[in-house]
């Protein structure tokens, strides 16, 4: 079957650095993504991966590893507004999207 | 970026009732929107996928019958919960992608969504 994994849960501080790691085991694969989700809100997109590597945008880096099939969304310089669900979601060789259960991140002062 | 639209942002309605969410493109022309729909504390899931011009794609265990997905143009899609119950109250989403030529667009821009509450 088709499965990603990603931390329930996870606490930073303002200011630091955080990494969210995603784990995916899928039908094929025909890119990563990371969405953020703010309580009530729907999803906004923050990177696509294809490629193995470091994507790097501002504050935020996504990394890929399709042999390990690993990625993590790194976020640094922390934010308070940085306080959200991040989900990690797979496209298939259907390029059907296969979503994670998403990482809520609460930041704290 | 692209901006999708979804209508109403909330609705609140008694049970065995009909509501229509509507999702629109609003600066792009989307020839594929997906429906999605969530629950507390849950992930986003997949319920159709609504092609321009066509019946829209089901995924497994969705009734068709019940939600009723039309996309009559390019830049609309609808969305009916047909004689709704307290269980379909969720978040109901919608996204589109933006057409490419000579190469997918994987990017899905998302509606804001529409709280269903049905008492």
């Known amino acids: 079957g088709q499965n990603i994994d990603q931390p329930t849960e996870m606490t930073a501080t303002e200011g630091a650095i955080v990494q969210i790691n995603c784990t995916y085991q899928t039908s094929g694969f025909n890119g990563l993504f990371w969405y953020q989700q703010h309580a009530g809100e729907a999803p906004t997109f923050l990177s696509y991966?294809?490629l193995d590597g470091l994507e790097e945008k501002g504050r935020f880096s996504s990394f890929l590893s399709r042999s390990k099939g690993y990625s993590y969304l790194l976020l640094k310089e922390l934010q308070m507004k940085d306080s959200a669900s991040y989900l990690c979601a797979v496209m298939d060789s259907n390029y059907q999207l296969i979503w994670g259960a998403g990482t809520k991140l609460i930041i704290k002062p | 970026g692209a901006v999708v639209s979804q209508h109403p942002s909330r609705v609140i309605c008694k049970s065995g009732t009909s509501v229509k969410i509507e999702c629109r493109s609003l600066?792009?022309?989307?020839?594929?929107m997906f429906w999605y729909r969530q629950f507390p504390k849950q992930s986003l899931m997949l319920m159709a996928t609504s092609n321009e011009g066509s019946k829209a794609t089901y995924e497994q265990g969705v009734e068709k019958d019940k939600f009723l997905i039309n996309h009559a143009s390019l830049t609309l899609s609808t969305l009916t919960v047909t004689s709704a119950h307290p269980e379909d109250s969720s978040f109901y989403i919608c996204s589109a992608t933006i057409p490419k030529k000579g190469s997918f667009s994987y990017e899905q821009y998302f509606g804001p969504g529409t709280r269903l509450t049905v008492t």
């Open positions: 600066d792009f022309q989307a020839t594929t």
């Open positions: 991966n294809v």
